[in-house]
């Protein structure tokens, strides 16, 4: 069974950029998986923010494409998220999230961390 | 980009009782489509994928239907640890969408 743990700051300064990894522990990161990152903000719903492939290939929410950027590092088995220009409206749960083999559905996801952006 | 409406936003009923959630998409996903549940403080967990096959470990009385743009998820006896959160997913495009998800709450 795959695990997933984020890490990173919980505080992140506005107009900075929010950086984020998940280790990935029972499973390698070179499988046919694809490896995403899913917002939640305080009180509400999920927010899809974009996903890997182990090749390196990505797809991005547009809404946010201008400012993220994911990338693996195979080496250390993990995944990471960078968010430029931060605002307050950043402020969520982060989560990252591995889907089944050549499946589109989450069927692994890290406990999740929260990110403040404040000055 | 696709969008999901979930509906009611807020459902109330007792322990027992049969539970039915609606996830309507603005285009069709054909059955590509999940059901999560998430319950206060922790991370959604995989129930219903495509459309209504019950995710591993999941108890029988979640089952989903629907294909197209209309889906259901249905709970036929409530439990009370089935109080939670519940959202929709699709992907399409090489893009994920969720729904903005329903409240189940004990009446």
């Known amino acids: 069974q795959v695990q997933l743990q984020e890490s990173g700051p919980g505080l992140v300064k506005p107009s900075g950029t929010l950086s984020l990894t998940c280790a990935v522990s029972g499973g390698s990161i070179s499988s046919s998986n694809w490896w995403s990152w899913v917002r939640q903000p305080p009180g509400k719903g999920l927010e899809w923010i974009g996903e890997i492939y182990h090749s390196g290939s990505t797809n991005y929410n547009p809404s946010l494409k201008s400012r993220v950027t994911i990338s693996v590092d195979k080496s250390k088995n993990q995944f990471s998220l960078k968010l430029s220009s931060v605002t307050a409206a950043d402020t969520a749960v982060y989560y990252c999230a591995s889907k089944g083999t050549d499946s589109s559905w989450y069927v692994n996801w890290g406990q999740g961390t929260l990110v403040t952006v404040s000055s | 980009e696709i969008v999901l409406t979930q509906s009611p936003a807020t459902l109330s009923l007792s322990p027992g009782e049969r539970a039915t959630l609606s996830c309507r998409a603005s285009?069709?996903?054909?059955?590509?489509l999940a059901w999560y549940q998430q319950k206060p403080g922790q991370a959604p967990r995989l129930l219903i994928y495509d459309a209504s096959n019950r995710a591993t470990g999941i108890p029988a009385r979640f089952s989903g239907s629907g294909s197209g743009t209309d889906f259901t998820l249905t709970i036929s006896s409530l439990e009370p640890e089935d109080f939670a959160v519940y959202y929709c997913?699709?992907?399409?495009?090489?893009?994920?969408?969720f729904g903005q998800g329903t409240k189940l709450e004990i009446k």
């Open positions: 285009q069709s996903v054909s059955s590509y």
């Open positions: 997913q699709q992907r399409s495009n090489w893009r994920d969408t």
